[in-house]
């Protein structure tokens, strides 16, 4: 079954605008981190936020938010007033509290800034 | 710098040729592993280390090995690549789970063609 479930392929946004990424995740553990990873056209992975399953507040990090809703197993990824810049992949990712700690990802969403 | 180097950074080979990514980083880093990333499916886990000596196959361990003899370096090695091991291959390492949080550290990725 997949961890991680990124429904959006594609998305357009005007420069300015915010927008939301989705993400949806399956796990058992209690325990868990989530993700968010931004991938430039160059291809390094960039760390943008982390929301821990213990944390009882929404992780933000400047222009950043993640909207964490536990009991729906969803981590959406806002990003406020969208820059040319961010023009990229987004991956979602999970951190289980077991086993070999690997990071389980999904498929990706690419986010096209218009100006 | 703290950092996760990876070498080659792009390559082109031929199929059967054996050939060798490096990976070393200089955190003193327990945890080490290999992703590889595919258009659709995000980044898979190859193989993991948990320290020196100690390694497990991840997801999609076929036709790949690794070798951790120093804590620093974890090499992916293709014996005899074939065109469908075509991909950007992560390294990634952290200290172990319960102190890693969110701190987990990308090499820039390595483009591999195999023709």
């Known amino acids: 079954a997949q961890k991680i479930t990124q429904t959006q392929p594609g998305m357009f946004v005007q420069e300015k605008e915010a927008v939301t990424l989705d993400c949806t995740y399956d796990t058992s553990d209690q325990s868990y981190g989530l993700f968010w990873y931004k991938q430039p056209s160059s291809g390094e992975m960039i760390f943008l936020i982390y929301?821990?399953?213990?944390?009882?507040q929404n992780a933000t990090e400047g222009r950043y938010s993640l909207n964490f809703q536990k009991a729906r197993k969803s981590a959406n990824l806002v990003i406020s007033a969208s820059q040319l810049g961010d023009s990229a992949m987004y991956f979602c990712?999970?951190?289980?509290?077991?086993?070999?700690?690997?990071?389980?990802f999904g498929a990706g969403t690419t986010v096209t800034v218009r100006a | 710098e703290a950092q996760v180097t990876q070498n080659p950074r792009y390559l082109i080979t031929v199929t059967g040729k054996k050939l060798t990514v490096t990976c070393s980083q200089n955190?003193?880093?327990?945890?080490m592993s290999w992703y590889r990333q595919d258009p659709g499916l995000g980044l898979r886990q190859i193989y993991y280390?948990?320290?020196?000596?100690?390694?497990d196959k991840g997801d999609v361990p076929e036709g790949y090995k690794v070798s951790r003899k120093e804590k620093r370096n974890f090499p992916l090695i293709l014996e005899s690549p074939s065109p469908n091991q075509t991909s950007l291959y992560f390294c990634a390492s952290s200290f172990s789970a319960r102190q890693a949080g969110n701190t987990i550290y990308f090499g820039e990725g390595s483009w591999l063609t195999v023709v």
């Open positions: 280390s948990m320290n020196v000596e100690v390694t």
């Open positions: 990712a999970m951190r289980e509290g077991h086993g070999d700690y690997k990071l389980s």
């Open positions: 955190m003193n880093h327990e945890y």
């Open positions: 929301q821990g399953s213990y944390d009882e």
